[in-house]
């Protein structure tokens, strides 16, 4: 994979696209990415889709002779992990998803890794561009959403 395509604009700063998952990929030639059978939140099987991500059950590394030198995804993307781990197991519990990981991320950047876009990514300030004060297209994956408001009712006991 051509790096550049996945390359933050600004040193140090991720955008559309995580610096920390770029530094990475540069440290690390030929990468593969694994996914986990199992769900680690629910226990249950499950498959790569890129609209349900789990960072956690997502390896990224190169691959050894029977196993994975790597590290998690969600570690990766929060601070460069200074080693990797070996996970050697991976070929029985794990999919290798490389392709449609990365060309997922190639084209909707971390929304990959937030796709309700509700949740707090760093360096999002420019992620969206409001058509109003009620509507809002996402800059990097095109996702339009609208905004809906719900009442909530609060009961506070006070003993007086
Ligand atoms: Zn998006």
């Given at each position: 994979m051509d790096l550049n395509l996945i390359k933050p604009k600004v040193k140090n700063e991720s955008d559309k696209y995580s610096w920390n998952l770029y530094k990475y990929l540069l440290k690390h030639?030929?990468?593969?990415?694994?996914?986990?059978?199992?769900?680690?939140f629910t226990?249950?099987?499950?498959?790569?889709?890129?609209?349900s991500l789990v960072k956690m059950d997502t390896l990224i590394g190169v691959e050894s002779?029977?196993?994975?030198?790597?590290?998690?995804?969600?570690?990766i993307l929060r601070k460069i992990p200074s080693m990797d781990f070996w996970y050697g197991n991976v070929k029985n519990?794990?999919?290798e998803i490389t392709e449609d990981f990365f060309n997922d991320y190639i084209e909707i950047g971390r929304c990959l890794f937030d796709q309700s876009h509700d949740g707090l990514l760093r360096n999002a300030d420019n992620r969206f561009t409001y058509i109003n004060e009620d509507e809002r297209k996402c800059n990097?994956?095109?996702?339009e959403q609208h905004k809906e408001i719900e009442e909530e009712i609060?009961?506070?006991?006070?003993?007086?």
């Open positions: 030639k030929n990468t593969k990415v694994y996914y986990s059978k199992i769900n680690s226990d249950d099987e499950h498959t790569y889709d890129k609209s002779e029977d196993g994975l030198i790597g590290a998690r995804l969600i570690d519990n794990h999919v990097w994956c095109g996702i609060k009961h506070v006991t006070h003993w007086i």
